[in-house]
């Protein structure tokens, strides 16, 4: 049973960064593999960064790679998303998910956290 939260999400000019936030309850965070994923408005929900339960494993979406940095630090049970160089085509809601195996199908991930808006203007 693992419970997500994130924060971090905002306003910010294009060009711009944010750090992102997912704090998670539960003994099993430090076994899971962790994925920031996204939704903007009337598109599909896409995967951002997948992370696995060491660190040592990492995926990003071509659209974010170079940009993106995803990490975890197990003691404080939180996985970050610092995001860099921000496009308005990042602007989406962004959720974190656990899995219990790595994966980048966002159907393998069996807890979400509620999502934060990330919204970058021009």
């Known amino acids: 049973q693992v419970q997500l939260v994130e924060s971090g999400g905002g306003l910010v000019q294009a060009g711009g960064s944010l750090r992102l936030s997912c704090a998670a309850s539960g003994r099993t965070f430090s076994s899971s593999t962790m994925g920031w994923f996204r939704q903007a408005p009337g598109k599909e929900r896409e995967r951002v960064a997948i992370i696995n339960w060491s660190g040592g494993l990492t995926y990003y979406a071509d659209s974010v790679k170079g940009r993106f940095t995803i990490s975890r630090d197990n003691a404080k049970n939180t996985v970050y998303l610092q995001m860099n160089s921000l496009k308005p085509e990042d602007t989406a809601v962004y959720s974190c998910?656990?899995?219990?195996?790595?994966?980048?199908?966002?159907?393998?991930?069996?807890?979400w956290g509620q999502g934060t808006q990330v919204t970058v203007s021009s």
């Open positions: 998910a656990a899995a219990r195996v790595y994966s980048i199908d966002s159907d393998r991930y069996d807890y």
